[in-house]
């Protein structure tokens, strides 16, 4: 992606961008930033970076990634001119070797304080931001160029998940982190995971084994794809050549410290060699992996996610066969919004 068209689709971005010429003065800025800032977009062209986010500290760093040409991270800065201290991460990087882009992300004004594994995660959330755009923008010209309807479906489908992916991870940086809670059907969930299963390079043979009687539930429909898909690929690049996705309904199930007459139970079963013996008593921590190239934050995020609806994640393993199933507390009153969206095939 050239630099016009670059610059054309960050004018649309929710995040705080702009580009800074060799001495810090800003020569473009979009309007996500301006209004952040409470600046005008072209009074904004030609201050001094320093003058912008009336940080000294940020400029010094945007010295510093200038003359070492690397991208720069700057966490917590505090913007004095937004009149409440909004609080900001503010990464630089270097666009060519006279010039920097700064991008802006807004921080939840009055969070409590992070756990470990939400301060790694805001982490991760920032730094897959850059490369989901660009892959965001590639998928949309490959989209417009192709002229074959199932490759140009295939393109679709990656610019969904980017901004599926990049709307996880805005969550997590900006003020909207609570789960965006809607009526869900897990089964339409299920056969969404499918599609993507089905997009990989190798994928494996997928099974279903649905409850029919399955009713919908209160949740946050990408966000428990999301922990689908985690168990998905886990599986998979631990070497199981079948899937299977099963759905029930349980009854008499504690779920953490309560006991609840119904419960949604979602398994991923897989076919894999099983869990390593040593990661069993801490899978799901941040930063544990059974991979060399693994990062260790799928299970942990996944574990969160089940957390913040109410659930919990729960796994059992033996070589050919490892299944891990969220578990979803069923309100009383749900017991009768049967939905007919459940089916069983292999």
């Not at 850059?130 to 489908?157: E, F, K």
Request: hydrophobic share 45%.
């Amino acid at each position: 992606m050239n630099e016009q068209h670059f610059l054309g689709w960050a004018e649309q971005m929710s995040t705080g961008l702009a580009v800074v010429d060799g001495r810090l003065r800003v020569e473009w800025i979009n309007p996500a930033l301006a209004e952040l800032l409470g600046l005008g977009l072209r009074h904004a062209l030609g201050l001094p970076l320093a003058g912008l986010l009336q940080d000294a500290g940020v400029a010094e760093q945007a010295v510093r990634s200038l003359a070492e040409q690397r991208s720069v991270q700057c966490r917590d800065v505090v913007l004095p001119g937004t009149g409440h201290g909004q609080r900001v991460d503010v990464a630089l990087q270097p666009l060519d070797p006279g010039r920097l882009l700064v991008e802006v992300h807004a921080l939840a004004e009055s969070a409590p304080a992070a756990s470990p594994l939400s301060a790694t995660l805001r982490g991760f959330a920032h730094e897959v931001k850059n490369p989901l755009a660009g892959l965001r923008g590639a998928a949309q010209l490959l989209q417009r160029r192709l002229d074959d309807v199932d490759m140009q479906a295939l393109a679709g489908m990656v610019i969904a998940e980017a901004d599926r992916l990049a709307a996880l991870a805005n969550r997590l940086l900006r003020h909207d982190g609570a789960p965006q809670l809607g009526a869900v059907n897990l089964h339409q969930l299920l056969e969404r995971l499918s599609e993507l299963i089905q997009s990989e390079a190798s994928p494996p043979r997928l099974r279903h084994d649905y409850d029919p009687s399955l009713p919908d539930m209160h949740g946050d429909a990408d966000r428990l794809l999301q922990v689908m898909l985690n168990l998905a690929r886990n599986a998979i690049e631990a070497g199981a050549t079948t899937l299977t996705l099963r759905s029930r309904v349980e009854h008499g199930v504690r779920v953490g410290e309560r006991m609840f007459r119904s419960a949604l139970r979602l398994d991923v079963i897989d076919d894999g060699p099983g869990v390593p013996a040593a990661l069993r008593d801490t899978l799901f921590e941040p930063l544990v992996s059974g991979r060399a190239d693994g990062t260790g934050l799928g299970l942990a995020l996944s574990r969160e996610i089940a957390h913040e609806h109410g659930g919990e994640l729960r796994y059992a393993s033996r070589p050919g066969e490892t299944v891990f199933s969220l578990y979803l507390p069923l309100p009383p009153r749900a017991g009768a919004a049967i939905t007919p969206a459940g089916h069983a095939h292999g």
